[in-house]
């Protein structure tokens, strides 16, 4: 009877406490009591797990009242507590309709219980701000399931105040989250500390079991997100943070699905967990941070579910696949094959053709596979289906349109890194998109830096624009480079536009594999973008180092383009400071980049290179030790002199001792670059070593070294004779290489018209050089040097030609891009300076150029061409061509200097019409008509170009000097301008 009464007073105490702790196993445990007739024994228990936390006042945070809530709000109202339905008796049932009634009784309890649970759910998620989701957890702290706190923690860690925040906003602290991250690990590790299942026979152990009070897949993976979630706001409770709370709960997370026994989780499940690790590894800030963050027995047991649940058919959607990938990616762990094989055979089935696949499941796909050195599957891994590369292609070409610029990059990186280009139409598609967020000059002033912007507001900025930023731009010149995919010119165009706007903001990496990869490509961007490239060099110079120095240094050389006095100040310390981090190759791409420049590096960075070449000699593979020989000869003879060292002497000795056939087995080979040809690109590499030069390096050291320095290294006697023959033979087959340009062809039609013998292509004597043309009569080579003899200019002072209008031709057809001419300087390059110096020393008596940028003005004018040539040659030799020609002299603006007066003697009869101009008058003539003929050339002199050029065609065909004069006063009448008024008025007055 005391029993009895005990029960009725606490079945109201129930009642009040049943919504903190209540559950279905306490409930049990009284029915238990009830059916059995047990005394104290189990209604003690049954007190303890009920009655005590009221009676003890709960067991909440200790800090129950944050400091943001009023005094008022303190007292938060209760939640409607469940109503307990009282047992009909308490001796041991014995009829059956007792134990209906019992088990409608329970029935219903548990109906609520779970109504109650339902209703907790809805007031965590549907919060409608930070405080009423913090009250529903203090003031239903005892009655939360592992769920609810799970869900609660991931809804408060993504709005936790920074720790540079938390003061001044007054907002949680530490001790409003302390409670609730230790309490998730109080879970996890009760749930570690359970028997396994199946090993238990307990009916409450069993209960327990049951989906709906601990649903452990979901508690780990939501856990796991909010706490890296937390962490990164909230420095206390990082998890890659050894020894903090954030660790703790951290480690008990994810110790649950590496747990023996375990099921496998859901392929979304798996791919979460994968991705709450690399965020975590990502934000780690040193080693131990990374290992924490990403636990090996978890990966593993996560590696092995994935393997698991593709055998039982369940297989990952595209995110799965996407952030699956990535997440190996960015953690550095390599993929399991029999993980690769389950992401291959989802993406066979069709992962990416889902209607809710997106552009960065793809992406993120191919970038993660390309880092850890996987190609995708060109073979089919499953009967039936396609084989995922297949699979990619089709996506990347859907999904395409719809991506940002960052995956459009990636991407391109990503086929590039793997070293296998797409398809035709695959990469059509990525360059079309390519160039739509490249833009271009669609918004200028607006998507280029602007002053004191940082470089997070500048890609933000672009970013929501659609654009490219750096990075991306980087990336994707270099996935061009790095296939051999010459860009169309509407790519070429918008690239070289978004380079511009980008470089300002660019690392020196970014700066380094951009300059390199044009480089590869031989594309010369345009004034404005190779500007802000050297402008970014100059900024960046003292964080230059390494293989970004060398490779910055190489591209300048490769594409012969000297580098400003800014630029080539900031490279010229970063050698000095930087080069005991570069290695062997490193340092001889240093020397030979200053070399091939002809630049003369500061005291300090010369010696720091040929020190450093000291050191490194005997670790050069053999073409690098034949450059390295070529570059300290020709730095020695050209420029400022730059002195010898005995690393010059030590590179001879490492040179000659290497057999013929090492340089075969070297990494060099000649690089042949001809877009348009090659159906894959427009790089390919041939497969003979090119060793010439050294015999270049040679006949340097031999004939052009003062007596002191050639006495450094006797070449002759430490030299094989096999690799003597070798590399001469090698240096001289280019030599017979006939190909002509259409300008030599006009250049041979000009010297027949004037009558002078000729030989083209003529050999010297030594056989190691070939002439354009040789005159034999005043023992002269005659070169044509195009182009490719000259350094290319971007700057102003540095053009040829200020007339041509800068830029790349927009024509789509167009297959090879020709090099445009304005970007032709005027200097020549050290090779083209070193040939015509080993050709006056003893094979002819004197070399005289026909300069590109000259030749460029008259290239289809005869007879003005042939007036060029008489008076180059006059002025070259000191003896005139043919009597009573006026000398033509070529000045910057493109139009002819003051023309000397020429009258010891008649034109010779058989040249050209146009070879005697206007003003060439003969003995006979009146004053009159030496007057017209100065006015007519004042007259053609003061006209623009377009105008001028008009004019000359109509000279030209005119039959007789009195024709000519109509045509020059046809002109001034027509001209209505005021600058030239007096001009025309004086024209007007002679014709008159």
């Not at 927009?810 to 015509?836: H, Y």
Request: aromatic content about 8%; glycine content about 6%; hydrophobic content about 40%.
């Amino acid at each position: 009877m005391e029993s009895l009464l005990l029960c009725r007073r606490a079945e109201a105490r129930i009642g009040n406490a049943r919504h903190c702790v209540g559950a279905p196993g306490e409930e049990d445990m009284l029915a238990t009591w009830v059916r059995r007739g047990d005394r104290a024994g189990t209604l003690a228990r049954v007190l303890a797990r009920v009655l005590a936390p009221g009676a003890g006042g709960g067991t909440g945070p200790p800090r129950a009242s944050p400091r943001w809530a009023a005094p008022a709000a303190r007292r938060f109202p209760t939640s409607p507590a469940v109503v307990v339905v009282a047992v009909r008796g308490f001796a041991a049932p014995s009829s059956r309709d007792a134990r209906h009634a019992d088990a409608q009784a329970r029935r219903r309890i548990h109906a609520r219980w779970m109504d109650r649970m339902d209703r907790l759910d809805a007031d965590i998620n549907e919060a409608p701000d930070t405080r009423a989701l913090m009250r529903v957890v203090l003031n239903e702290w005892d009655s939360l399931r592992p769920k609810h706190v799970a869900d609660a923690l991931r809804r408060l860690s993504r709005v936790a105040p920074w720790d540079r925040d938390a003061k001044s906003s007054g907002d949680f602290g530490d001790a409003d989250f302390a409670p609730i991250v230790r309490r998730v690990e109080e879970i996890a590790s009760a749930r570690l500390a359970e028997p396994a299942p199946g090993r238990t026979t307990s009916r409450a152990a069993r209960h327990r079991e049951q989906h709906h009070i601990f649903d452990e897949e979901a508690f780990a993976v939501v856990a796991a997100n909010a706490l890296v979630n937390l962490g990164k706001r909230r420095a206390a409770f990082d998890p890659t943070r050894v020894g903090s709370p954030g660790n703790l709960a951290w480690r008990a997370v994810l110790a649950l699905p590496a747990a023996p026994n375990k099921a496998p989780y859901k392929p979304r499940n798996v791919m979460r967990l994968w991705y709450a690790m690399a965020t975590a590894h990502d934000a780690a800030g040193n080693d131990a941070g990374r290992e924490a963050a990403v636990p090996d027995l978890t990966w593993n047991a996560l590696d092995a579910m994935s393997n698991k649940n593709a055998r039982d058919g369940k297989h990952f959607n595209a995110q799965g696949v996407g952030i699956g990938v990535w997440s190996h990616a960015k953690t550095g762990k390599p993929i399991a094959p029999s993980t690769l094989r389950a992401f291959e055979v989802a993406v066979a089935r069709g992962a990416f053709d889902h209607v809710a696949a997106v552009g960065q499941n793809v992406s993120n796909s191919l970038w993660g596979l390309a880092k850890l050195g996987h190609v995708v599957s060109r073979v089919a891994v499953e009967d039936g289906f396609p084989s995922p590369w297949s699979k990619f292609e089709v996506a990347v070409r859907r999904l395409a349109p719809g991506m940002r610029p960052q995956e459009i990059a990636n991407t391109m990186y990503a086929y590039a890194l793997m070293g296998t280009p797409p398809s035709a139409p695959t990469w059509k598609t990525l360059e079309h998109e390519a160039t739509a967020r490249a833009g271009g000059g669609r918004q200028t002033q607006l998507d280029a830096h602007v002053p004191f912007e940082s470089k997070g507001s500048f890609v933000r900025r672009r970013t929501e624009r659609g654009l490219f930023g750096p990075q991306e731009m980087t990336n994707v010149w270099w996935a061009h480079a790095t296939l051999g995919m010459r860009p169309s010119q509407s790519a070429l165009y918008a690239y070289d536009e978004t380079t511009a706007q980008t470089a300002f903001h660019m690392s020196a990496q970014d700066v380094s594999n951009t300059a390199y990869s044009m480089a590869m490509l031989n594309v010369f961007l345009r004034p404005d973008a190779f500007s802000a490239l050297e402008g970014a060099i100059a900024r960046n110079g003292r964080h230059i180092a390494g293989q970004n120095l060398s490779l910055t240094l190489w591209a300048f050389g490769d594409l012969a383009v000297r580098p400003g006095a800014a630029a080539s100040a900031a490279l010229a310390d970063a050698v000095e400071n930087r080069l005991h981090d570069l290695n062997s190759q490193n340092v001889n791409m240093c020397v030979w980049a200053f070399a091939i420049l002809g630049m003369t590096p500061p005291p300090g960075a010369w010696r720091a290179m040929t020190l450093g070449m000291e050191e490194v000699i005997d670790h050069l593979k053999p073409h690098e030790v034949m450059n390295a020989v070529w570059a300290m000869a020709a730095a020695h003879v050209t420029g400022e002199k730059l002195p010898l060292t005995p690393a010059y002497a030590m590179a001879w000795r490492r040179l000659c001792s290497i057999p013929v056939d090492g340089f075969a087995r070297s990494e060099s080979r000649a690089m042949t670059r001809s877009p348009g040809v090659h159906p894959r690109g427009s790089i390919e590499r041939s497969d003979r070593a090119k060793i010439g030069i050294i015999h270049h390096a040679r006949l340097i050291h031999e004939r052009l070294f003062p007596p002191e320095s050639a006495a450094s290294v006797d070449i002759g006697a430490i030299m094989p004779h096999e690799m003597a023959l070798a590399t001469a033979r090698d240096f001289r087959a280019d030599v017979m290489d006939t190909t002509r340009s259409k300008m030599q062809d006009k250049i041979a039609e000009t010297l027949a018209d004037i009558g002078i013998e000729y030989e083209t292509e003529k050999r010297s004597a030594d056989g190691n050089f070939s002439m354009d043309f040789y005159l034999p009569r005043y023992d002269v080579a005659l070169e044509y040097d195009g182009p490719s003899h000259y350094y290319r200019a971007w700057r102003d002072e540095d053009r040829a030609f200020p007339r041509t209008p800068p830029g790349f031709p927009r024509d789509e057809d167009v297959s090879v891009m020709r090099v445009p001419l304005w970007t032709v300087g005027k200097e020549k390059t050290i090779k083209t300076i070193l040939r015509d110096a080993l050709l006056e020393r003893g094979q002819v008596s004197k070399v005289v150029t026909v300069h590109a940028h000259e030749a460029f003005w008259f290239e289809n004018k005869r007879g003005r061409r042939r007036m060029f040539m008489e008076n180059l040659l006059r002025r070259e030799l000191g003896r005139p061509m043919t009597p009573g020609t006026p000398e033509w002299r070529f000045d910057e603006s493109g139009t002819n200097g003051e023309e000397e007066a020429v009258s010891d003697g008649v034109s010779d009869a058989t040249s050209d019409a146009m070879s005697v101009d206007i003003d060439d008058v003969s003995s006979g003539e009146t004053s009159s008509s030496t007057s017209r003929a100065e006015l007519a050339r004042r007259w053609i002199r003061s006209l623009p170009s377009k105008s001028r050029e008009r004019l000359e065609r109509r000279l030209e065909r005119a039959a007789n000097e009195v024709e000519m004069w109509t045509l020059v006063a046809a002109s001034a009448e027509g001209d209505v301008t005021k600058v030239r008024a007096e001009l025309r008025r004086e024209v007007l007055e002679a014709r008159a």
